[in-house]
């Protein structure tokens, strides 16, 4: 027969794993926030030699915004953001990382070694560029332009009803009016791609949201961009590798799949209960299952 005390710590596991499950929602792993610009240039760049193009503009784009990020790190995101979009033949955007690269390094060029593809492209953007005077570069012997700091704003709930439509709102402020539009980039679960879509957006204001279809136990993740004319970002609230997270109840707490989390160790009524949020990926063909360890220490 079980200890009576022992039962009772049982019993109060559930509602301490959905205290952690909802602290858990609307943050990113402390690694995930931690990971340096370096790391994701890196990053990037191996999504790109493995024709994951998408993958590496994402993460590129969260390089961009990443504060105190030198010039060198810059230069190189920007060349790797072109050649993605070079390969993807998004034009507009390509133009804008060439662009935003010349204006950080006029004399910048590509060794004779590389793809003639995008030899090409540099070289017409660059003609371009120097024709209509060199935009965005300082003139010589003044300071560069100090662009005014771009704010958005956009509460994130702590849950959200399975299979509804999930709707997003916010405000952006923009005092050098740079922004042209906001994108929005979702995925159910913390697992996969982000799919990547335009939201609405007016008078300092934004909307958007994720389709119910994509609305699953046991979360989503999002993150959002406000970008200018050529499509680059200029903030963000999340990131491809930080995204916001929105827990969607459905399953229970034992059998849904959430993270392998360690909670902590818990004091509850003298004795300490250790409680670990487990998960496991799931896809389309086969159906995943996750457990809880609870330790008891009397």
């Given at each position: 027969m079980p200890h009576p005390r022992s039962a009772r710590l049982r019993r109060l596991a559930a509602p301490i794993l959905v205290a952690a499950a909802c602290a858990l929602?609307?943050?990113?792993?402390?690694?995930?926030?931690g990971k340096?610009?370096?790391?994701?240039?890196?990053?990037?760049g191996a999504l790109f030699e493995d024709q994951q193009y998408e993958e590496s503009i994402q993460t590129l784009s969260a390089a961009l915004l990443r504060p105190g990020s030198s010039e060198a790190e810059k230069i190189e995101t920007y060349r790797l953001l072109?050649?993605?979009?070079?390969?993807?033949?998004?034009?507009?955007?390509?133009?804008?990382a060439v662009r935003g690269l010349l204006v950080l390094n006029e004399s910048f060029a590509l060794p004779?070694?590389?793809?003639p593809r995008f030899r090409d492209f540099f070289d017409s953007t660059r003609k371009k560029w120097e024709g209509e005077g060199k935009p965005g570069k300082a003139a010589v012997g003044l300071p560069p332009a100090q662009e005014k700091p771009i704010r958005m704003e956009h509460a994130s709930p702590a849950q959200t009803?399975?299979?509804a439509t999930f709707k997003l709102v916010g405000t952006i402020t923009d005092p050098d009016a740079r922004v042209r539009g906001v994108q929005l980039a979702y995925r159910t679960g913390s697992t996969g791609k982000f799919v990547t879509v335009t939201g609405t957006y007016s008078l300092?204001?934004?909307?958007?949201?994720?389709?119910?279809?994509?609305?699953?136990?046991p979360l989503i993740e999002y993150y959002l961009q406000a970008v200018d004319k050529g499509g680059l970002p200029l903030t963000s609230r999340g990131d491809a590798t930080a995204p916001l997270r929105v827990v969607v109840p459905g399953g229970g707490v034992l059998t849904s799949p959430f993270f392998w989390v360690p909670v902590g160790a818990v004091v509850v009524g003298g004795a300490i209960l250790t409680a670990f949020l487990v998960s496991s990926s799931s896809s389309t063909n086969s159906k995943s299952t996750a457990a809880v360890t609870i330790g008891v220490k009397e």
């Open positions: 929602a609307g943050e990113a792993p402390a690694s995930a926030q340096t610009t370096t790391t994701l240039i890196q990053r990037g072109a050649y993605n979009y070079i390969i993807l033949k998004r034009t507009e955007e390509a133009d804008a004779p070694t590389e793809s009803p399975a299979g300092g204001q934004f909307r958007t949201q994720i389709p119910g279809t994509a609305v699953k136990p």
